[in-house]
Structures are given as C-alpha cells and as structure tokens.
C-alpha cells in the first residue's frame, strides 16, 4: 500500500481542521441565543423597569446609567442586551433583574433578536467553508 502524497495529506488535513472549525463555530452560534433566552428569562422572574439614558455607544457594548427604586445608579459593566437604534443622550425604558441589576436590556427586545444576526453569520461561516472545501477536493482529483 502507497501512502498517498503530500499535498493530498495537506489537503485532507485542511478540509478537517475547516470543518471542525465549522463545528465549533455552529456549536458558538447555538449556544449564544440559548445563553440570551437564559438572560432573558433571568430579568423576567425578577422584573425591574426604569428609564436609562444611554451614555455611549460603540462596536462591543452601549453603556447606560438608571437607577433603581431604592436610589441606587447603576452603570452595568457589560451594557445593555439588544441595543440596536440606540445614540448617546437618549433616553430609553429598560427592564433588569433586581437581584442581578448589571443584567440589563431595553423594555420590548428579547433574544428573538439574536437569531437573524447569529443566522447569518453562520450561513457565510459555511458557505465559505463549503467553497473552499469544494475547491480543495477539486484540486486535488487534477493533480
């Protein structure tokens, strides 16, 4: 028995490690909505609301400040959950878990919102991975 070439054993390998990284990609991509249901779920059993004005925003995280009933001024660390549409200086109602007040997102979004994003991401994610993939099994019944 021949071992087989070295560029069909580079190719082979290539097409493995692409489809693990698939893989793992999907594996991310169906954990993030679950974990946002679970945010979700989290501020729905310890419901708060308040109005919160928006401090910044940028590519990673949109920050706001409210405060609590009791006086308190939050500033949650990570931002807010589903901040689309939103522009330093507005002012916005947002819901939040009281045992949990840095667990914030803007009153009326939930995780719905994550699966057209996260969807399509990994949509490209694949059909890159499928070219790519195709293209190496091509090359290779040429040579």
């Not at 947002?94 to 840095?102: A, F, I, M």
């Given at each position: 028995m021949t071992k087989p070439a070295l560029g069909v054993r580079v190719r082979r390998v290539v097409r493995r490690a692409l489809l693990v990284v698939g893989g793992v990609v999907t594996l991310v991509c169906v954990l993030l909505p679950i974990a946002c249901w679970?945010?979700?779920?989290a501020i729905e059993e310890h419901l708060g609301q308040a109005v919160a004005?928006?401090?910044?925003?940028?590519?990673?995280?949109?920050?706001?400040?409210?405060?609590?009933?009791?006086?308190?001024?939050?500033?949650?660390?990570?931002?807010?959950?589903?901040p689309a549409g939103l522009r330093p200086g507005d002012n916005v109602r947002?819901?939040?878990?009281?045992?949990?007040?840095?667990l914030?997102?803007?009153?009326?979004?939930?995780?719905s919102l994550s699966l057209l994003?996260?969807?399509?991401?990994?949509?490209?994610?694949?059909?890159?991975?499928?070219?790519?993939?195709?293209?190496?099994?091509?090359f290779g019944t040429q040579v």
């Open positions: 679970r945010d979700d779920m004005q928006v401090d910044s925003v940028s590519f990673n995280r949109t920050v706001v400040r409210y405060a609590t009933p009791d006086g308190r001024v939050i500033i949650p660390s990570q931002g807010v959950l589903y947002v819901e939040y878990d009281r045992t949990n007040p840095e914030v997102r803007v009153a009326g979004r939930g995780a994003p996260v969807g399509t991401f990994l949509v490209s994610v694949w059909l890159v991975i499928i070219a790519v993939v195709t293209v190496l099994r091509r």
